[in-house]
């Protein structure tokens, strides 16, 4: 009788045992690169979030361990280098930060969300949306953006980005500089009326890779192009929701191999008019030889350049640094004495899905096993409850999803928001790669300078141009390539 | 059964047959560590990256065999060719700069007669070796600036404003600036070789040039430099390697601008594979890098070997 309990307690103590071993062993771990969200050494503020975040989301599922990877630190390059060698090694994340555009530019590294995003996401209360269907919780407009060229989606956007002219209003004071601008013809006239003070105006830096000139690129190329951009668009892209959308790598590739886009366009002088006009006259001296946005901080608070054209992310620092008056504004608009092909006075926002929340689940995910409890892991992060958690200290980013407030700092940005999307985007993502992206500043940046002529400059750049056209075409086969 | 016997003076009594066969085989064992991580991570990655260049890696998926298409690719763009002229001119500069700056404050240390003098400046010279080079190159950012820079800022002290310059900013200095950062360069591994083969010299020799009335210029001349060929050769070798390899400074200042100015073979390479996922292209850019190195390897080694003194 003793024997038999023994027997049968030792066999209750192997099952019990055998099934501890076992929930061990389903245990999923999913690890996850969240960027400068999860900064535990610059930030402490984050990781007391996240993982409080992390905590709550592995009381509900004892079997899914979240592993975060702290923010790498350094530039976006250190990271994609990084990320990079992880692929190449089979040891990536989970779930990954990266850009709208190298992502779809990188499409077979990711998972198409598509499915996930029309089922119901549970971590949001019943009767708000993205309850029933997730993809609901996300500003349409953001959607329409960060869609890739094949028609999917390979990431949720939680936050995204603007940028504004941040203004020294001491030293514009003192120098009797008004910046009540009515257009871009008043802000290069105070750009001169600053130079000839022996003050550097504008602080915007141009490189090969990304750099903030990129961004005035296309302030000056959809000006240029204003009167065309709309045409180019394919049905494929439409949505009822941007109007004023940035062309997909599709749409400008078309345009491009139709020779709508092309430097014999005179458009296209009328884009180096501008470029030329607001190098000679505005751009900070040396802006060549300058390669982050912390060296333009450092010389806006310094005095040495009077204006500075920074993003939401960095209003924290200028905030908590700048021992002078700031102003953050934007530029006036252009109207058709800079650009004759503008239908009406325009300024462009530059900003939009580049911001710090940008998650996808890597292709890998699939064949660990790791696909379900990632997608999960991502519903629960993107229900507002979790996202307003993640605003609270990530002040330098607006949110996008559906009921979720931004930090104090951020909010002097909603009327920029407001402006129209500029038609042409990026150098980087133009033609869905850097590899054409980079060219193109080189050029740009050679042009700048006065270091290549106007009519080298052109035939360089369409030679770039149709390169990038015959690439696209080789590798996505699009129906339009060989008309 | 074997047992090895241990005599009185504590010297083992192992079989000659047997001290022989480990006196071979030993050394074989403990370099078998070494040429293990050589064949790992130097042999297999090189022969591996021979087989890349000739297919479209993306480093993951993709890898289909498209023959020479990366390298002819690779001649048909301008901005490679103009990595390699900028290679050329980068490598150049620096190799003469750094020689002959290493080499004059190794001269002068040599000179100084007092053992302790001469021990303070070599270690005041050597101590700036352990500073990251990264730090350096972040150093000489804020030297080189247009706005708060200590060059331009000293121009204008001593009344030379006009010649202030964005030395990294425009094409015509920037891969000058490159090659000058760490000026004056005695805080250099070519300057340690110096001061070592210069001190490793016959003191008879140098005694008997000077009792011969031989004057410093002629002793430096005739006597310092051939002697020290061997290294001179050794430290251009490192340097051209170097000037091949180079990546640093383009990632921290100039991102290969303006245009192509600071565009060099080994940024080419890293920005290939990781900007822009071409690792195969990447691979083939490796292949010319390795075959242009051995190139000038094999040269250099020729002239330190040619009628050598020191050599039969």
New interface residues.
Partial sequence: MRLSILAKGLTMGLMGLTALTGAAYAQTTVKIYMGQLYAPDSDPRSKETMDAIIADYEKLHPDTKIEPVPWLGGDQSTYFAWLSTRYAAGDEPDIGWSHYYTRNAEADRWTALNEYLDGPNDYIPAGQPGHDKWNDEFFDNVKAQIRAPDGNWYQVNTNWVETGLFINNDLMKANGIDTNWASWTDFIKSCKNLKAKGIQPLGVFATPGWSTDQWLDTLLISAAFADQIPSWHLPAYENPFMKDRQLTPEEMAKATHDGKFSTTDPRFDTFLDLTKEVTDNCIVEGFAGITSLDQIMNLFFNDKVAMAWLGTWNAPTVRDTAKFSVTTTYFPPFTSQNSKYLTQPTIYRVGGPSSSGQFGISSGAADRGTLDASVDFLKFLTAPAQAQRIAAYDEGNLPVIKGVEPAEVAKGFSAISQLPERGITDAVSRYNGEQYGTPHNRLLQSFMLGEISRDEMKTQYQALLDKAVADQCEANSWDWCNK | MTSIAIDRAGVSSVPQSRLRIMSRWVPFLFLLPVAAELIIFRYIPTFSAFYHSLTNW?????DAFIGFKNFTDLFNDN?FRDAFVNMAKYTSLRTIAVLLFAFIAAELIFSIRNERVRMFWKIAFVIPLVVPRSVIYLMW?FI?????GLINEALNLIGLGAWQQ??????ST?LGALAFIGFPFVSSLAFLIFVASLEGLPRDIIETAQLEGCSIWKRIWNVDLPMLRGGIVFVAVLLILEGLQTTEPQ??????????STELPAYYL??T???????GQACAVGVVMLGVGLIFTVISMWLRYRSAYDVD
């Fill in positions: 993306d480093g993951r998926k993709k901005v950012a080189y600036d247009p706005q708060v964005p030395w990294l900013g425009q094409s920037a990632l921290i200042l100039t991102r290969g601008g303006p245009g192509t890293y920005r594979a990781f900007d822009y996922g071409k690792f």
